[in-house]
């Protein structure tokens, strides 16, 4: 069987073990052949590939980014675009089946192309760790390293200056990233999208973080938003999906807590560093084996599904499973959390 894999969506860490997990397994258990396609749907769109062998994916799993390159092109937009392409593509190429790696976005695109025959296998990927069906996915563990030690270091100086500082993290609809980094920093307070909250309880917080001799370090999620906001703050426009492109909050709360408590307050966002560099060892296992499972499935036919996390298992579920609804912090986790607040 010849196989195409993409990258596709916002890049993460882990990206690399999955195609180097994938390559290996199909090359040495079923004698597969594998193409990557460049920029992830463009490269389908356009039939823009490269040969994979074992030698192209040597020492890969540590590497960040993915050296396929990715985008979020729509596979249904333009006029090479759409399943009668595509499928005219795969035959023209003799690529016999796809694996489509990616968050919501990509997947759901996936799953409407299986809808409409292609032969494709979907792996979950995203540091925002919001794809149902799936206990965790890769890019997450390393995103929160990363955002955690962020917080760590804004502490110090925030102590240094006795400022409030709001640490802003990525994670879309999903407060993931937030909570379990705000947690392992020990965040006075950990704004999330999934529990809409009022000014004056966070300055009530921060207040009373500041009557214990303590500078407040408050972690928001970029999809926060307070209760008199219909939806979460955005003025970057839509992505290729028609969706908000989300990032500012924090910017906009730290002169909100300075206007109200008068306790000069900064902002900063972590940012695309949650994307970048090296993958955790816990990302490089789960992608690996992902990547080793997706083949399964292609050379098993089962077109339309994706491979998943389950407990310590990987398993096999239906796209559609993933993405009919973000998988959101629960509120038990979030009052978890929110007893330590303040
Ligand atoms: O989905 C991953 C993610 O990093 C989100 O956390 C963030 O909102 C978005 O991608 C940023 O996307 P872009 O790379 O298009 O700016």
């Not at 180097?20 to 193409?35: E, I, M, N, P, T």
């Not at 396609?37 to 540590?62: A, I, M, P, T, Y």
């Not at 609809?173 to 909250?197: C, K, V």
Request: hydrophobic share 40%; net charge negative.
């Amino acid at each position: 069987m010849k196989i195409g894999i993409l990258t596709s969506g916002g890049d993460c860490p882990g990206l690399n073990a999955v195609i180097r997990g994938a390559v290996l397994k199909g090359d040495r258990v079923f004698g597969s052949q594998f193409v990557g396609f460049r920029f992830g749907w463009r490269g389908v769109v356009e039939g823009d590939f490269v040969h994979l062998d074992r030698h192209s994916v040597r020492g890969l799993s540590k590497q960040g980014g993915t050296i396929l390159g990715s985008s979020r092109t729509n596979p249904f937009d333009g006029e090479y675009g759409g399943p009668d392409n595509i499928r005219a593509m795969l035959k023209r190429n003799s690529i016999d089946a796809i694996i489509a790696v990616g968050g919501e976005g990509t997947l759901t695109a996936a799953g409407r192309l299986s809808e409409s025959g292609i032969p494709v296998v979907g792996v979950p990927k995203t540091i925002d760790n919001d794809l149902a069906a799936t206990d965790y996915s890769f890019g997450f563990d390393t995103a929160v390293e990363i955002a955690t030690e962020a917080i760590d270091r804004v502490r110090t100086t925030a102590e240094s200056h006795e400022r409030c500082i709001v640490v802003e993290v990525m994670g879309r609809h999903a407060g993931w990233i937030a909570l379990h980094a705000g947690m392992a920093a020990g965040a006075h307070a950990i704004l999330i999208p999934e529990q809409p909250l009022t000014i004056e309880t966070v300055c009530d917080w921060v207040i009373n973080v500041r009557d214990r001799g303590r500078a407040p370090v408050i972690v928001v999620a970029e999809g926060f938003r307070f209760e008199s906001m219909d939806q979460a703050y955005s003025d970057k426009g839509l992505d290729a999906f028609n969706r908000p492109r989300l990032g500012g909050i924090a910017d906009r709360l730290a002169p909100l807590i300075e206007e109200k408590t008068g306790i000069e307050s900064r902002s900063t966002a972590v940012g695309f560093a949650q994307r970048g560099g090296v993958p955790s060892a816990y990302d490089r296992v789960l992608a690996t084996r992902l990547g080793m499972a997706a083949v399964d499935a292609a050379e098993a036919s089962r077109w339309g599904s994706m491979v998943a996390l389950k407990g310590t298992d990987i398993v096999t579920v239906s796209i559609a499973e993933a993405t009919h609804a973000p998988k959101q912090v629960p509120p038990e986790r979030y009052h978890e959390a929110s007893l330590l607040f303040g």
